[in-house]
T-cell receptor
Framework: KNEVEQSPQNLTAQEGEFITINCSYSVGISALHWLQQHPGGGIVSLFM???GKKKHGRLIATINIQEKHSSLHITASHPRDSAVYICAVRGGNEKLTFGTGTRL | EPEVTQTPSHQVTQMGQEVILRCVPISNHLYFYWYRQILGQKVEFLVS????????KSEIFDDQFSVERPDGSNFTLKIRSTKLEDSAMYFC??????????FGPGTRLLVL
């Protein structure tokens, strides 16, 4: 069973700040997802990655397979980035295991 | 942009009643999922569905739950006899092969 830990649980930032959210997992995976959950509850997929780094606008996601760790960075944060950011991992099957989320 | 839709957005039901939650996945997607999120807790996987059958299910997905793709467009989750602890937000998701999942807006279920 994969354990997914995120840190920090809560994060407050000033507009324009560089933000990092961390995710670590306990068992090898085939893919890792970063998701954004809005205050109304809706979930949007930000990234799916299995190695290296991906960038989309002000968002950057990195993963280190050997260390079982991923980070989500937001450059130049903005009030509209306020949401819960969730890390979820997939093993060799279709099941996603979710972290508890980071409230930004 | 195509999106996953879910109906109803909210449902209130009495304990012991059957509920059916409906989802319309994105049309060319082949993999379908149901998740739930109890208020204040993390999202939990319920079931995945591919090629008209369940491919994986969690311990939560017991005999009270069933899924169906009745007509090639809808994907439903049925809870046969609801319990208080079934109160949660239920999310449907779909995806193509080797691509990311797209989530629906969720159905908030309240069991009284």
């Amino acid at each position: 069973k994969n354990e997914v830990e995120q840190s920090p649980q809560n994060l407050t930032a000033q507009e324009g700040e560089f933000i990092t959210i961390n995710c670590s997992y306990s068992v090898g995976i085939s893919a890792l997802h970063w998701l954004q959950q809005h205050p109304g509850g809706g979930i949007v997929s930000l990234f799916m990655l299995s190695s290296g780094k991906k960038k989309h606008g002000r968002l950057i996601a990195t993963i280190n397979i050997q260390e079982k760790h991923s980070s989500l960075h937001i450059t130049a944060s903005h009030p509209r980035d306020s949401a819960v950011y969730i890390c979820a991992v997939r093993g060799g099957n279709e099941k996603l295991t979710f972290g508890t989320g980071t409230r930004l | 942009e195509p999106e996953v839709t879910q109906t109803p957005s909210h449902q209130v039901t009495q304990m012991g009643q059957e509920v059916i939650l409906r989802c319309v996945p994105i049309s060319n997607h082949l993999y379908f999922y149901w998740y739930r999120q109890i208020l204040g807790q993390k999202v939990e996987f319920l079931v995945s569905f591919y090629n008209n059958e369940i491919s994986e299910k969690s311990e939560i997905f017991d005999d009270q739950f069933s899924v169906e793709r009745p007509d090639g467009s809808n994907f439903t989750l049925k809870i046969r006899s609801t319990k208080l602890e079934d109160s949660a937000m239920y999310f449907c998701a779909s995806k193509e092969v080797l691509r990311t999942q797209y989530f629906g807006p969720g159905t908030r279920l309240l069991v009284l």
